[in-house]
């Protein structure tokens, strides 16, 4: 039979779909599935990760162990105690200067002794963190000294048997402390080691009623008020006897104001400042007693007030919490409030910062860390709260079971706590987590130490060991908007104006060589562009702040100058000109800029007193200067509006008929009068505000620092540029050609066919370019952490640094101990930056289908 | 002998024409080139030129439009031979020939949107009224603004259908409301669609069908007060009630306006316009009053074409 012929002559085209294609189908369906799959788990795995970090940061400490064992501390409630670092052992000192030393499983007596068998001890200060203990007598003397416990390892062969049998985790009585196997093995020996001074001996032999001491740069000094009434601030002079090697010390000091109540009672409680320069008395009716001795010369009496602020109730407990800057007080409610000394050029004042409420059983003890802002209460009713200051956090509420507690001590690493009652020893083994970290010191204002009010503070680590720790992620945030927000400011209007004028605007041949250019400075690194800006970029902007400024607004203007120009030029010649329009947009360029020298210097002149530096650090002139500054742009804005809106038609009415150099006349004069209403509307408007007594200073400007928002704003304009640009050029670009024929053909121009037909229809590519600008400036790390301060100030002035999130995890990171509050507190600012990046898309993906849906159907 | 076309296809679905088409060139004034058989189509196709055949009325008409040598090209490719034609003021003039002969050029030439695209140059001149269109000092956009054009294909913009119809009042600053809804009105119903879109003025005007859209397009063109109407096989996409119903507009807009319009629809050409031109292959064949054209044409290759057969 004949084949069949086809219309083309080729053998009939098969039916059937090759099984290759259906593979192929099969394949890429999958591979796409997995790929998509793949990289959705990918970032949930992050999230995930992230979340699993973080989470720990707000669980609440858990009680991991509890014990509890009978000691006869039936006589007197321990002045102190000490615990040692694996827990085992506690020391207590008490009133009759006996020191035990007791194991808290078993509550075994270890040792005992009597320090000073010959004086009778009468007062005690003991410092957190620090190991100096002050002790005072009946005869007037004070001794300095230490009691705590050394941590030594042993030899393993040296151990008797028993001992070197161990298991890990377990502990033996070795000599005078206890042998713990670690984990790793070894053999650790914690022993008391207590070391007091010889006396030093007063003037007066008065008995000691109270003391206090405090190492400074200069040496210990101590204060003692003592029975007859006398209150001293003493330096403790050291003399070594070369002869006999043997060391005496003596007080010599000055006397503190403190006639008015010397016939009072005596004061619960003395303290002094670190510097020492502070001497705090707290009575047991409330009243605290600040006495400044800042000038040695000339204490003086500086503040007395209520710290109770209720007559019927007693201050039964007051201890100063690691630093000695914050004050513990509790009262017979059971209400602990922290107070602290707020400094300030004139009179400073003791403020209270934290408040934990009552619960209406009396303090009867308070312990305070070592090594951070906890602190443990006990009530009258057996309850013991585990505080944590800066946070306000109750970390965990114990219980001794219906007894007293007399004395509390918190384990020196703040993961255990004993508790002595008249029923023995209450130990708990307790995982403190992370106290520092709540939502409202993270989100909020806190009230940190010597600040003046509650704040926003960044401030993981500090010089001493008795720093605070700030985490609030705020400034952080707002650094992020900071940097971005001017960048944007700077490169977005750039970016999408350029991507404009090449797509509708300019020659395709200029188009062919721009286009890859701009496109060419993404591939700058972005540790270049920061280099360039921390080191060249800024320092060269600050030799001139103004003409930097001016040059803001000279040469946009010198564009405008230079457009109102080439329309009055002659027909012809702009005709034949008209593809070299680019080079002339070029070649306004320089005097725009040069112009800016002048009107530079002239804007400092007439708007900032002649010195622009001294006026942003709030010296000389008026407020008036800086608002025309800052309202300019807007002013400019509302003017062009108002120019669309009413001057347009009217002068479009006033001028038909005219020829086109005439007409371009009557334009450039507009465009005069509409920049001198746009000078004068900000004007008046900046004298109205400055009237009203507000300040851009503080606002919108401030003290330049020289790596500032300024020139971040450039230079990440500047990285964000390319994308933007290239997106934004792209999505102008595929506006199909009909449209524009379409809009042209009615007569519109080029400007208005894009305006109201290109710019509408690219809407969404548009929004889209201006997101991932968005997203790139929020993510960027290299151009803030060089070309910023990285200070984590939190104010809005283009003229200071900040740190975003990005740049501080860069910074800190790498110095967090893995696993530390600090660390996880980074991994918090690592996921606040991916949720905020996660909103801003979600966001601009269901703004940018609002657009597309209005531009469906193309 | 057949000359074979780019498009010939769109011969094929010409329908019947309603006159009395002659079957044989028997009109004794029928022009053949002297002592030759070759036909000038042949002579174009082989890239040889042959003068236009222009009767004697057109000399007699006011011309709105005067396109005179008029020469385009996209790059190399010469797309327009020395067209030269004088479109009659107030009148209907329509512009046929085969598919890809350079209607929708000359007509993009008008109002100069050949500008947008960057390989085309050109030579000769058109004047609008005595108003040189290809001088350097031509003010383009207002050269525009005296001319509507509907598109081959219809391109609304993405707004709503009122947006659309008054967008050439909107460029102007136009914002009296009544005015601007009057037009809108007005040109609408001129291109029926008024009673189809009346209840939804201000849906988007992309949610129109493809025929509705084309209507949109044509009341957007006339919105504008033009001159001259340059109308670009308006009516490709519409069905023959919607058709008749534009062809009844461009009676009513005859006087006022001058319209330009290709159609590859003899029977529109034959119904509606005054003037007739016949291109082939970017030239000028034979140009005179349609009806004439259509019942006595003075070339032999253009009774060929109407009747639907070539050579
Ligand atoms: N933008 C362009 N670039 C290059 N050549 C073009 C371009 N537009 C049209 N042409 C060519 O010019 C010639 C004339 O095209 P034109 O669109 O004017 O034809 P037409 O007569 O309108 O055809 P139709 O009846 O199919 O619409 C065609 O050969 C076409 O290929
Ligand atoms: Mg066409």
Known sequence: ?858 | MTVSHPASAALESRPTPLLPMPQQPANPRLLDHPGSEESRLEKIARGQSAPAHVHAEIAQTDPVLRITSFSLWYGKKQALFDVSLCIPRGKVTALIGPSGCGKSTLLRSVNRLNDLIDTVRVRGEMQLNDDPIYRPSVDVIELRKRMGMVFQKPNPFPMSIYENVVYPLRIDGERDRRALHEVCERSLRGAALWDEVKDRLHESGLALSGGQQQRLCIARAIAGDPEVLLLDEPCSALDPIATSKIEDLLQELKGNYSVLIVTHNMQQAARTSDFTAFMYLGHVIEYGPTGTMFTNPHLRETNDYITGRFG
Request: hydrophobic share 45%; net charge neutral.
């Open chain 1, 1 to 858: 039979m004949e084949p069949k012929k086809t219309y083309t002559g080729r053998p009939r085209r098969p039916r059937k779909t090759r099984s290759s294609v259906w593979l192929a189908e099969f394949a890429s369906r999958r591979l796409i599935t997995t790929g998509g799959i793949g990289t959705i788990v990918a970032i949930v795995t992050v999230f995930v990760f992230l979340l699993y970090v973080v989470g720990h940061l707000f669980l609440s400490a858990s009680v991991t162990g509890q014990a509890h064992a009978e000691i006869d501390w039936a006589q007197a409630a321990p002045l102190q105690m000490g615990m040692d670092e694996d827990q085992l052992m506690c020391w207590a000192l008490f009133p009759d200067g006996s020191l035990q030393l007791v194991r808290l499983d078993t509550g075994e007596l270890l040792e005992k002794r009597n320090l000073f068998p010959d004086q009778h001890l009468t007062a005690v200060s003991f410092t957190p963190g620090g190991e100096t203990t002050a002790l005072g007598f009946e005869d007037g003397s004070v001794r300095m000294g230490t009691i705590r416990f050394d941590t030594s390892f042993l030899d393993p062969d040296e151990l008797p048997d028993d001992v070197r049998g161990l298991e890990v985790g377990q502990a033996a009585r070795v000599k005078s402390g206890m042998v713990l196997r670690t984990p790793q093995g070894q053999y650790r020996l914690q022993e008391l080691a207590v070391d007091i001074k010889d006396p030093a001996k007063a003037a007066r032999p008065s008995p000691v009623l109270l003391v206090d001491q405090s190492k400074t740069t200069t040496g210990q000094v101590v204060t003692v008020l003592t029975a007859d009434g006398k209150l001293r601030l003493n330096t403790v002079l050291e003399k070594n006897n070369l002869l006999t090697g043997q060391t005496t010390y003596k007080l010599s000091g000055i006397d503190l104001p403190y006639a008015e109540y010397a016939s009072t009672d005596p004061p619960l409680k003395l303290f002094m400042s670190a510097l020492g320069d502070q001497i705090y008395l707290f009575w047991k009716d409330g009243r605290l007693v600040r006495i400044d001795a800042r000038d040695k010369a000339k204490p003086m009496l500086a503040e007395v007030r209520d710290v109770l602020e209720n007559g019927s109730l007693q201050v039964t407990e007051v201890r100063c919490l690691l630093g000695k800057g914050t004050f513990l007080v509790g009262d017979s409610s059971g209400r602990v409030r922290a107070w602290f000394y707020v400094p300030a050029e004139e009179a400073g004042r003791v403020v209270c910062a934290h408040d934990f409420p009552g619960t209406g059983a009396a303090v009867t003890a308070l312990a305070v860390s070592d090594r951070s802002r906890s602190a443990a209460v006990a009530h009258r009713d057996g309850k013991i709260r585990l505080l944590f200051v800066t946070s306000d956090r109750v970390m965990a509420e114990l219980d001794v079971s219906g007894q007293i507690p007399k004395s509390l001590v918190l384990a020196p690493k703040d993961d255990g706590l004993a508790a002595a009652a008249a029923g023995g020893i209450w130990q708990w083994t307790i995982d403190p987590l992370h106290p520092e970290i709540t939502f409202k010191s993270l989100f909020s204002k806190v009230w940190y130490e010597t600040h003046e009010k509650p704040e926003f503070v960044w401030q993981s680590t500090g010089g001493t060991d008795s720093f605070e720790p700030k985490y609030s992620l705020v400034p952080l945030i707002i650094g992020t908007l900071k940097a971005s927000f001017y960048s944007l400011l700077f490169g977005v209007p750039l970016a999408l104006l350029a991507a404009i004028y090449t797509s509708e605007f300019m020659h395709p041949k200029s188009k062919a060589v721009v286009k890859p250019t701009i496109e060419l400075m993404a591939s700058l690194p972005s540790v270049v562009l920061g280099f360039l800006a921390g080191l060249v970029f800024a320092q060269f902007v600050e030799r001139i702040v103004p003409t930097v400024l001016a040059s803001l607004f000279t040469v946009p203007l010198a564009f405008l100058v230079g457009a109102y120009f080439w329309q009055l030029l002659p027909d012809r010649l702009a005709q034949v000109l008209a593809r070299g329009r680019f080079l002339f947009i070029c070649l306004v360029m320089p005097p725009g800029l040069l112009a800016a020298i002048p009107v530079g210097a002239l804007m400092e002149q007439v708007l900032f007193d002649g010195d622009l530096r001294r006026w942003l650090d709030g010296g000389g002139g008026s407020a008036v200067g800086g608002w025309v500054l800052v309202l300019l742009p807007l002013s400019a804005i509302v003017s062009v509006l108002l120019m669309g809106r009413y001057v347009n038609p009217w002068v479009r009415r006033q001028t038909i008929g005219l020829n086109r150099l005439k007409t371009a006349l009557v334009d450039f004069g507009k465009f005069q009068s509409a920049c001198a209403g746009t000078v004068l509307l900000a004007w008046v408007v900046a004298l109205i505000l400055d009237g009203f007594g507000f300040d851009a200073r503080g606002l919108f400007l401030g003290p330049y620092s020289q790596r500032n928002a300024l020139v971040v704003g450039f230079i990440m304009g500047f990285a964000i540029i390319p994308i933007i640009y290239t997106i934004a050029e792209d999505a102008l670009s595929s506006v199909p050609e009909h449209l524009r024929a379409g809009s042209l053909a009615t007569g519109a121009t080029r400007w208005q066919t894009a305006i109201r037909i290109i710019i509408p229809t690219a809407m969404s590519g548009l929004f889209s370019a201006v997101m991932i600008g968005l997203g790139r400036a929020v993510g960027e790390t290299m151009i803030v952490l060089m070309a910023t301060g990285n200070t984590p100030v939190m104010n809005w002035s283009i003229f200071s640094g900040f740190r975003t999130l990005s740049a501080n995890i860069a910074v800190e990171l790498p110095d967090a101990v893995r696993n530390s509050t600090h660390y996880r507190t980074l991994f918090l600012a690592a996921l606040t930056l991916f949720a905020i990046t996660f909103v801003l898309n979600s966001l601009a993906e269901l703004v940018r289908l609002r657009f597309r849906r209005r531009a469906y159907q193309l």
